[in-house]
């Protein structure tokens, strides 16, 4: 006890450093405390005042709001922020902004090196609470980050003091609006991620003028035209139960603007491209069925290379049988082997009763135009490109003398229509026959450094594309074949048609040279295939011979055994050709009885020696002696 009282005089004596400290600390405590719950109490009454939303990266709103903070000054001025080069952003955030710190002028020499400047772009920094002045508030703006399975996931809150959310909304309405107006000259693409089953969005392209896809005349208005009227006639659908759904199938030859058609119209109708690769690894019944049930009403969804999907182990050229592989009744253990190497080799599971189903079964989207694309129409299967499922069918062939001259038009636009571009007049009239005028011919603005082809006439430019039409062959060569050869010579219109012909000839030895070049190695690939086919025969003989024998030798010993309790079995057994071979050279040496066929000794047959033959197979066969027994039956 008196040790106690001791040890604690210093604490409850008057005075003394320690017990000084330990006011301190309690007093120090005390004010901590107070202040932590007067703020908590604070900001807990000042939070009572503040609408908050918050925005999710998953749907639109988060991107039409990231779009519209980018474009708003005080992002800028903002102290915490992060910098980023990414060239290509779902938000706009390297378009000019007032945080952009993107530079006016191209660097000439950085440009004629091949490289371009990267841009900089200011964007709010995450976990950071911006506040920004609008419409006589102050909105709070947190951006953060989910962790997902799959990935981060971005989140925006917004916060604002107001007695109604209407402040709210017309944020949200007016970003929208800022949001569709940059859009205007972009099509948005997502890429279906089989991982997750789930839309990922893949960047915006500039929309592809129409005039520049020269296709055979009438064939883009056509689609155009369909589309248009099919996108207003939800009505009319609903009105006669038919779903609301159209189906366009582009099948051709590879290169010929089946892909490009499909940008250029998303452009035209102002809708987004949602892609899928039937033949993408890991693509399932189920994550397709996921996938197109999860696309909005007004979109296009593009399922590429359609054939592709179900003849993967085929190359895409035209001596390929082509016939589907999921689908063929025929040879059906073949079917069932390739289906299961294809599982095997990309974990992919896509039947064709899938994909039927995610087209139109009732999980379905509606108010979607599906664009499909094949190079090989043969190959699909009839329930997949029925009228319901694809409705309009539009054949792409190689580049007519038509197309030739239209291609050539678009890549050398005449002194007038560059002229009627850079002041952008209306369109004047058009006659549909001409490739040239047919539409308005796209012409690109031109960096101040970029090389210039020469400004030619109208008449000049109309002669030169006549000619260098008259010497493509119709229906030889790709469109893309061709702009290929126009990009080489993109500033040297006169020549290019001077010298088409040389190209002419040597693209046809090219080919050939390809051609024979692809026939030596498949008939290099075909011996080798035969060889190993061979090969594999020879070796599943040899082992069934082996299994063959084991088996005869089994049965001999189990001949020995039965016969062993009347009376010991003679020891001369032979269970193989090889060992029947020894044991009757053995047998001749030392000038004994020597094991035979019936046939060789039929008269042998029931004597004191009996012979048995117990199995024949692959031209070897088993002998089994039993001296001084007739045959046991149970052999
Ligand atoms: N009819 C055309 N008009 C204008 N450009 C074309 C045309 N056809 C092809 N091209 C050009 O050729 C290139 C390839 O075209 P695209 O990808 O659209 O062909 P595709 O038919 O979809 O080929 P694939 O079947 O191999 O996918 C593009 O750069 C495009 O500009």
Known sequence: METLKNLLSPLTSSTGPIQDTLKLV????????????SVSAWSGF???????????????????????????????????????????????????????LEEEEEDDGLVSSGRR????????????????????????????????DYGSCGELK?????????????????????????????????????????????GARHKRPMSSIVLEPGVKDMILADCKDFLCSEDWYAERGIPF??????????????????????????????????????????????????????CILLLEDLDAAFTRGISRDEKSTGAPIGNTSSSSSSTSTSAKNKEENDGSTLSLSGLLNSLDGVAAAEGRLLFATTNHIERLDPALSRPGRMDVWVNFKNATKWQAEGIFKCFFPSKSS???????SPSTPQDPKDPASQENLAVPKRKKNAVLAPSLSDEEICVLAKRFADAIPDDEF???????????????????????????????????????????????????????????????????????????????????????PSEPAIPEVATSSSESESSTTGAEADGEESVTSEEDS????????????TTSSGGNETWVAVKGHPPDPNV
Not at 418 to 424: F, G, I, T
Not at 534 to 550: I, T, Y
């Open 117 to 148: 400047k990267r841009k900089v772009a200011i964007i709010p920094s995450v976990d950071t609470t911006h506040t920004i002045y609008y419409r006589g508030h102050w909105l709070r703006i947190t951006r953060s980050k989910r962790f997902q």
């Open 418 to 424: 560059q002229q009627a571009s850079s002041s952008s």
């Open 158 to 202: 917004i916060s604002v003091v107001a007695r109604n959310n209407d402040i709210l909304k017309r944020l949200v309405l007016e970003a929208k609006r800022e949001y569709e107006k940059d859009a205007e000259h972009r099509v948005h693409i997502f890429m279906a991620d089989t991982n997750y089953g789930c839309w990922r969005w893949n």
């Open 245 to 298: 759904r159209r189906g366009y199938l582009l099948h051709g030859v590879p290169g010929s603007g089946k892909t490009s058609l499909i940008h250029s119209l998303a452009g035209e109708l102002g809708l987004d491209i949602y892609v899928v690769s039937l033949s993408s690894k890991g693509m399932s019944d189920n994550t397709l069925a996921n996938l197109m049930g999860n696309v909005p009403s007004r």
């Open 46 to 100: 000042v939070d009572s005042f503040f609408l908050t939303a918050h925005f999710s990266q998953e749907d639109y709103p988060y991107d039409w709001l990231m779009h519209w903070l980018s474009k708003q000054p005080a992002w800028g001025r903002s102290r915490e922020f992060d910098i980023t080069t990414r060239s290509v952003s779902r938000h706009g955030l390297t378009q000019s902004t007032s945080g952009d």
């Open 478 to 564: 790709s469109v893309a074949s061709l702009q290929g050869y126009l990009l080489k010579n993109k500033t040297r219109p006169r020549e290019c048609v001077e010298e088409v012909l040389t190209w002419i000839a040597q693209e046809r030895e090219t080919r050939a040279k390809l051609k024979k070049e692809k026939e030596e190695r498949e008939a290099k690939e075909r011996k080798e295939a035969e060889e190993q086919e061979k090969k594999e025969r020879e070796e599943k003989e040899k082992k069934e011979q082996e299994e063959k024998d084991k088996t005869a030798k089994e049965v001999s010993c189990s001949t020995k055994s039965s016969a062993a």
């Open 26 to 37: 309690v007093i120090g405590g005390t004010v901590e405390t107070a202040r932590r719950a």
């Open 602 to 613: 039929p008269e042998e047959k029931g004597s004191e020696s009996a012979t048995e033959k």
